[in-house]
């Protein structure tokens, strides 16, 4: 007589209580991940208008006016820098309303596709970065207001910024 063999697999029930756990596991993990890899984005941006807005100061020292070109600037960026403008991987880095006594840099984001459309901007005469977004982008918003809840007036009209 041959000895009777146990079913060793699994049954349809358990492989679909498992399913649904990575599912319910996944759709919660991944919009944090997605969250952190943005902010990590951002944190790129953030260190290339703060190095920026160094050396236009250190500019300014020296010189009395700011510039409306990074080949101006004692410092070597990422990229290669044109004129008014540099890009990197993530970033296209511009210096705006350049003038004697004021201008502001501009870091946008080369992929657009992203939590809503948002720049990095260090305003000279504020003396800090901002997380920008248009007033009438949530998703931006929402995602500016992940450094800071509160915003303050922005010098351009339709915009909001968040204080980094």
Not at 34 to 53: D, F, M, P, Q, Y
Not at 89 to 111: E, G, P, T, W, Y
Not at 124 to 133: E, L, S, T
Request: proline residues 5%; contains cysteine; aromatic residues 12%.
């Amino acid at each position: 007589i041959y000895p009777v063999q146990k079913n060793l697999g699994f049954t349809l029930i358990e492989l679909l209580v498992v399913v649904l756990i990575i599912g319910i596991l996944s759709a919660v993990a991944l919009p944090q991940y997605t969250k952190a890899v943005e902010k990590s984005r951002a944190s790129e941006g953030i260190t290339l208008v703060r190095a920026a807005a160094q050396a236009q100061k250190a500019f300014y020292l020296a010189n009395g006016k700011y510039t409306a070109d990074f080949s101006d600037l004692d410092f070597t960026f990422p990229g290669n820098p044109s004129g008014s403008c540099f890009n990197t991987k993530n970033f296209s880095v511009c210096l705006h309303d350049v003038n004697a006594s004021s201008m502001h840099i501009q870091a946008m984001r080369s992929d657009r596709n992203a939590t809503g459309l948002w720049y990095i901007i260090f305003y000279i005469q504020r003396d800090k970065p901002d997380c920008v977004a248009p007033a009438s982008d949530a998703a931006a918003n929402r995602f500016c207001r992940s450094f800071n809840p509160v915003s303050e007036p922005c010098p351009e009209t339709g915009f909001n910024c968040y204080a980094i």
